[in-house]
């Protein structure tokens, strides 16, 4: 049902899902943040009734739009992730009631990611790009999220849409202050 699904609406089921337990918290944020990055090329008027049909379509534009600022690997992870965060969604909009996701696991104890912990799951991955973030806008402000490192996810929000570079510097100056040393 085109129209019935918005982007707000997918990206308030994931926080609402990783707060829940309704899936693993890093995975409802590592879909989020792709979901976010992803659409962030749609207009408002996609955004407000999502063309879930053309979800190839739309994260072809992502791709073509965003290609300097991601490797090719990031690009396919963010498209995996869109994909993956759509069909979790309509999952749960279609039942509720026996909604459940599943997360991959090692049989042995084992994962294949050179930095893994015993049974640590293995469904999501950082992107590989340093410097990654995305952010979307509502009448508050801007929300971002900003991967610093694998496994480390910081999120901002209520930015306002006119701010200053001074309250930017500010800003900043803060951040560097939560640094040890």
């Known amino acids: 049902m ?20 309704l899936m693993p918290a890093a995975t409802a944020q590592a879909l989020a943040v792709a979901t976010r990055n992803v659409f962030s090329v749609l207009d408002e008027s996609e955004r407000a009734a999502l063309p879930l049909e053309d979800m190839d379509g739309v994260i072809r534009r992502f791709n073509n739009k965003r290609a300097r600022d991601f490797n090719p690997t990031s690009l396919k992870e963010y498209g995996r992730r869109v994909r993956r965060a759509v069909e979790i969604y309509l999952g749960w909009k279609n039942d509720p009631a026996n909604f ?3 997360t991959r696991v090692t049989s042995s104890g084992r994962t294949d990611r050179p930095h893994g912990r ?5 469904s999501v991955r950082e992107p590989t790009d340093n410097v990654q973030w995305s952010s979307m806008a509502s009448a508050s402000g801007y929300q971002t999220a900003f991967p610093v490192r694998p496994g480390h996810v ?8 006119d701010l200053s570079a001074a309250e930017a510097e500010r800003l900043a ?3 560097r202050l939560l640094a040890p040393g």
Not at 2 to 21: M, N
């Open 100 to 102: 459940s996701v599943k």
């Open 173 to 175: 100056s803060f951040i």
């Open 154 to 161: 910081v999120a901002i929000s209520n930015i306002p849409h």
């Open 2 to 21: 085109p129209g019935d699904h918005s982007a707000d609406d997918l990206i308030d089921f994931l926080t609402h899902a990783g707060e829940r337990g």
């Open 118 to 122: 015993q049974g640590e799951s293995s």
